[in-house]
């Protein structure tokens, strides 16, 4: 007896109340399927505004089924019939605008890090530019005392040339 292992995975969705036909695709079968594969086979940002739920057995009555909605990327997908069945739903107002605060709050942590982070770039050029101007002082003070030492050297080998009368040794 032969047992036929599809290679690949069945999958539907389709838009809730559309009269649109199902989108219809296969997923390569691996020995698991997430989430984060089927809204990568799809196309689906990781921001949308849709509830996508899955058709899944209910355990003590294989023939009834249920609708479970997913959200997490790790999460495995049911396998309905052999297959993956999807249906998108719009949000209700209130789950629409609490997925936007998440995302508002998700972007303002991401802000905060990136402000924290532009904070101590500047901190650091703030300190690499005031000891580089503490160097180039401290290099202008001995440029100075050098340009002093070489006059005063240059004052003491005129005084050796000159006798006592002002006169020119030759």
């Given at each position: 007896m032969c047992v036929f292992q599809p290679r690949a995975i069945p999958v539907i969705c389709q838009e809730s109340g559309s009269l649109l036909p199902a989108f219809v695709d296969s997923a390569p079968k691996p020995p698991v399927i997430t989430y984060g594969d089927f809204r990568r086979l799809l196309s689906i940002p990781s921001r949308n505004y849709?509830?996508?739920?899955?058709?899944?057995?209910?355990?003590?009555?294989?023939?009834?089924?249920?609708?479970?909605?997913?959200?997490?990327d790790a999460i495995l997908l049911p396998i309905f019939c052999g297959q993956i069945v999807a249906e998108v739903q719009p949000l209700t107002e209130v789950e629409h605008l609490k997925r936007q605060l998440e995302h508002m709050t998700t972007d303002k942590q991401k802000l905060q890090r990136a402000l924290d982070k532009a904070k101590k770039l500047l901190k650091a050029t703030q300190t690499n530019i005031t000891d580089f101007l503490e160097d180039v002082d401290d290099d202008d003070e001995q440029d100075d005392e050098d340009e002093q030492e070489d006059e005063d050297e240059q004052e003491d080998e005129d005084e050796q040339h000159m006798d006592n009368d002002g006169e020119a040794l030759v």
């Open positions: 849709k509830r996508i739920v899955f058709k899944e057995h209910v355990l003590n009555e294989p023939s009834r089924f249920q609708w479970k909605q997913i959200s997490n």
